[in-house]
T-cell receptor, first 112, second 114 residues
Framework: GESVGLHLPTLSVQEGDNSIINCAYS??????FIWYKQESGKGPQFIID?????DKRQGQRVTVLLNKTVKHLSLQIAATQPGDSAVYFC???????????FGKGITLSVRP | DAGVIQSPRHEVTEMGQEVTLRCKPI?????LFWYRQTMMRGLELLIY????????DSGMPEDRFSAKMPNASFSTLKIQPSEPRDSAVYFC????????????FGPGTRLTVT
């Protein structure tokens, strides 16, 4: 299987609990942020995005919060399920450039 | 709809050999990205194209790496000569101009150079 997550920080949660995954970004000029999910052996998959003119955005079971003052991004997953187990990456973009800068990733492990 | 298609899925080669990775982006997408993922360095952007034109290749490690996009439906990443430190998973992703941040990734090519 994929070994990307072996040396990444790990968050372990009980099935059914809410998960909060945090990310600190570095570029104060970044105006667009995304969360990706990567399951073992697969490519990253888009979860949710947020622009810098917002501080909160909700999807299905997921919420992204943006605090530009402290350059912090978080992903909240409600009622965490075993299928949520994966590596989660935050990514940022600035200006018209299409280039995304990815964070190191956090492994979410869901206990049954 | 087919997603991003990459081939081969796995490649094992000896040091010094040429390696060519292939990518077919999602039809209609006009930006294409090549990434490399390792445990040590995470997910790194190597190069990206917009409308088949290379826009940013600052992530390409060195002259041994080259990428082409001869048309809107095909791109290659070539390593010549390959070295053991090139071992990684290489991802291709594509996106639409209107949503440049929302990239769709392929399944990746796991490259092992011995």
């Amino acid at each position: 299987g994929e070994s990307v997550g072996l040396h990444l920080p790990t968050l372990s949660v009980q099935e059914g609990d809410n998960s909060i995954i945090n990310c600190a970004y570095s570029n104060s000029a970044s105006d667009y942020f995304i969360w990706y999910k990567q399951e073992s052996g697969k490519g990253p998959q888009f979860i949710i995005d947020i622009r810098s003119n917002m501080d909160k955005r909700q999807g299905q079971r997921v919420t992204v919060l943006l605090n530009k003052t402290v350059k912090h991004l978080s992903l909240q997953i409600a009622a965490t399920q075993p299928g949520d187990s994966a590596v989660y990456f935050c990514a940022e973009k600035s200006g018209a450039n299409s280039k995304l800068t990815f964070g190191k990733g956090i492994t979410l492990s869901v206990r049954p | 709809d087919a997603g991003v298609i990459q081939s081969p899925r796995h490649e094992v080669t000896e040091m010094g050999q040429e390696v060519t990775l292939r990518c077919k982006p999602i039809s209609g997408h006009n930006s294409l990205f090549w990434y490399r993922q390792t445990m040590m360095r995470g997910l790194e952007l190597l190069i990206y194209f917009n409308n088949n034109v290379p826009i940013d290749d600052s992530g390409m490690p060195e002259d041994r790496f080259s990428a082409k996009m001869p048309n809107a439906s095909f791109s290659t990443l070539k390593i010549q000569p390959s070295e053991p430190r090139d071992s990684a998973v290489y991802f291709c992703a594509s996106s639409l101009d209107g949503s440049p941040g929302k990239q769709y990734f392929g399944p990746g090519t796991r490259l092992t150079v011995t």
